[in-house]
């Protein structure tokens, strides 16, 4: 029999080591939830330690990631490639064992969490994508997917509102195999939280739709290992286990309160900890015993065995979709996509159609949709404006029983209406991406980017291809005024490292995004589109817009058979703006270069050769865009139209003439620069 009371304390002592050693850290949640650990852990979780990667193991996420050592201490133990001297090192440069677990680093880390909310709204894709990808690809006598998620959590995720919008949607689609279990200690940085966090949690789960276990006391593990098996009974609702439990578990001192939560306890305090378990043993030992009572590799092993076999039955009876099911969890596209793309932008470039370029977004998702099932979309609440549906993707749908909806040639649901819910709709992507077997995108307008953004900033930190279809992208939207018009928004976006932001003019531009941001395995995208109609910008090759920036016209092409005087740079609306302002001034035998530049992070990922060729030294720059005008000084423009103030509501031809959007006032500021 495993010795449970011991397994816990080398969590508690791992934890408090760690943290002494790094002189930071968080010691008192580990400690707190060490027994609820063992309880998961020890008795239900499905993993192999020596493939972290295997596609039907159960998901965790510890969604108070800021008790990593939590999670640190559980791979270790139970035999994942983490060795001890990696727990010393906790939060120290370039160690597996960062402040808060990070996906890609740690083997065994699902997911990035830290911020807290995140981690349970990220577990809710996970369990999501299970809940799909078993309604597509399961067959009588075959469940090769068939795994649970498991999320801890704490009173900070369930103060943030996304965990509000996730446990929602969670209780909507009979989430049945997500698991929550939570920390109920009472205690945050700034001490008990009972004078600002009274929420009845289980009435607000209850009211989610889902089923609530507990409280129960969370250090008796095998009430947990009950309660959690309980759980796995449920057929149509996510379950929340309400574990009580006391804060820095332990500790003489510092248990149940706020000075357990965020600093060392001290050498005399834990001391006199080690007194209170009875845990002789010096910092980072752990006796033999205990490793073999945690030690998960033979277990794993043999249930990760069991699967092939099943999987190999499977590909026998089913060898097409054990094929498309392996290319689908490895992220791969298709063979056929780079085809698929060049076809989607030729044929744009063949139409040459004036239409906003949402719907030029839409009109590549025909294409791409059809192409790639793994494609899920989704909207909050905008479906209508942002026009990420297509005929390839109805509406996901669930029965009364939890069921997914199947059409009548068994297809499912391949678009999501997320409500009002844009963070949480951003997490939630990050999850469905981080569990494999799909491609996330959804849409709203780009100003409510600001709701998404820590959602957005952490798919990009976590290098997961996600898309975000963001419209009406300017002022360009009108009437409904500057609480809806994105000034500042496309600068900003720009800033976050590792993602990709694109601002097409037209159906090819936007084709071609898509087609990159599909391509990406490793970033995920933006895309800022129109509300208003563009016209189609006359293009002599399509090469090079994948490229970020692109030679759109030469003076020779307005009739002028000179060298360039100054170029004008432009992205989306503004580049139409930049192609009449190039006539105005050919007309004055003023000869103008004009770029477009649909994505600077693709662009300032180019080659010298490529940047200093379009943008040639010594040629005066003007960049157009109608957004804040601080990221284009670095291109070494001499000037920029754009707008560094609020728009206003009006129609958007009066609201372009009155910011100084029009051809004119771009040749004006050309000449200007030219000093004629």
């Not at 400690?31 to 330690?49: I, T």
């Not at 500790?251 to 306890?265: F, I, V």
């Not at 043993?281 to 752990?286: L, N, V």
């Not at 754009?642 to 006032?665: M, Q, R």
């Amino acid at each position: 029999m495993a010795n449970t009371q011991q397994m816990a304390n080398a969590i508690r002592a791992l934890a408090m080591d760690a943290v002494q050693q790094a002189n930071s850290g968080h010691p008192g949640a580990p400690m707190g939830m060490a027994d609820m650990a063992v309880a998961l852990w020890g008795q239900h979780l499905k993993h192999n330690p020596t493939n972290p990667h295997w596609a039907d193991r159960d998901r965790f996420v510890l969604s108070n990631g800021h008790g990593s050592m939590l999670i640190y201490a559980l791979l270790h133990l139970t035999g994942y490639d983490l060795p001890i001297g990696e727990l010393k090192n906790f939060r120290q440069l370039h160690s597996k064992t960062a402040g808060h677990p990070e996906v890609g680093i740690t083997p065994g880390v699902e997911t990035t969490t830290g911020p807290l909310g995140q981690g349970v709204t990220n577990a809710v894709g996970m369990a999501l994508a299970e809940k799909l990808l078993a309604a597509e690809f399961n067959r009588d006598g075959y469940a090769i997917v068939d795994h649970h998620t498991y999320v801890f959590l704490g009173d900070g995720c369930l103060m943030e509102g996304v965990s509000h919008e996730a446990a929602a949607l969670a209780g909507a689609w009979k989430l049945n195999k997500l698991i929550a279990l939570y920390d109920d200690n009472g205690i945050s940085i700034d001490g008990q939280v009972q004078p600002w966090f009274t929420d009845n949690t289980s009435l607000r789960f209850v009211a989610y739709g889902w089923n609530v276990i507990g409280p129960l006391n969370g250090h008796d593990p095998q009430a947990v290992a009950e309660a959690i098996a309980k759980a796995k009974t449920q057929t149509e609702r996510p379950s929340l286990i309400i574990c009580k439990t006391s804060i820095g578990k332990g500790s003489p001192n510092r248990a149940g309160t706020a000075k357990a939560h965020g600093e060392p306890l001290g050498a005399e305090e834990i001391k006199l900890t080690r007194e209170a378990l009875e845990w002789p043993h010096a910092p980072f030992e752990i006796p033999a015993e205990v490793y073999a009572d945690w030690d998960a590799k033979a277990h794993g092993q043999s249930i990760e065995t069991a699967w092939n076999d099943r999987f190999a039955a499977y590909a026998a009876a089913h060898p097409e979709l054990a094929a498309e099911f392996k290319r689908r969890m490895a992220g791969d596209l298709p063979k056929a996509f780079a085809q698929v793309a060049v076809d989607a932008a030729v044929a744009a470039h063949s139409k040459a159609e004036t239409v906003a370029t949402r719907k030029a977004s839409q009109i590549a998702l025909e294409a791409f949709t059809a192409a790639l099932p793994e494609l899920l979309g989704g909207s909050a609440d905008l479906t209508g404006s942002n026009l990420t549906n297509t005929s390839h993707t109805p509406a996901l749908r669930f029965d009364s029983t939890g069921a997914v909806v199947k059409s009548a040639d068994g297809k499912l649901g391949r678009h999501i209406n997320y409500g009002v819910r844009e963070f949480g709709m951003a997490a939630i992507m990050n999850g469905l991406a981080l569990h494999g077997g799909y491609i996330p995108y959804g849409g709203t307008f780009l100003t409510f980017s600001d709701y998404s953004r820590n959602a957005i900033r952490m798919a990009a930190l976590m290098k997961q291809r996600v898309v975000h279809v963001f419209t009406h992208d300017s002022i360009g939207l009108g009437e409904d005024g500057p609480t809806h018009q994105s000034i500042e928004h496309a600068a900003s976006l720009r800033l976050i490292p590792n993602l990709d932001v694109w601002r097409p003019a037209d159906t090819a531009e936007t084709a071609v995004a898509w087609a990159v941001a599909l391509e990406n395995k490793a970033r995920p995208t933006a895309l800022l589109l129109s509300r208003q109609n563009l016209a189609y910008a006359p293009k002599r090759d399509l090469g090079d817009i994948s490229r970020g920036a692109y030679v759109l016209s030469e003076p020779e092409h307005v009739g002028l058979k000179k060298k360039a005087q100054a170029l004008i740079i432009a992205t989306g609306s503004e580049v139409a703006l930049a192609l009449k302002a190039q006539e105005l001034l050919a007309a004055q035998k003023i000869a103008v270069r004009v770029v477009s530049m649909p994505s600077t992070t693709v662009f300032d990922r180019q080659k010298a050769a490529y940047k200093q060729a379009l943008l040639p030294a010594g040629l005066p720059r003007v960049a157009v865009e109608m957004g804040a005008t601080g990221g284009w000084w670095k291109y070494g423009c001499s000037a920029v139209v754009g707008i560094d103030s609020y728009g206003e509501s009006a129609p958007a031809p009066v609201l372009f003439k009155h910011f100084g959007f029009t051809p004119e006032n771009v040749a004006h500021t050309v000449r200007a620069v030219l000093g004629k």
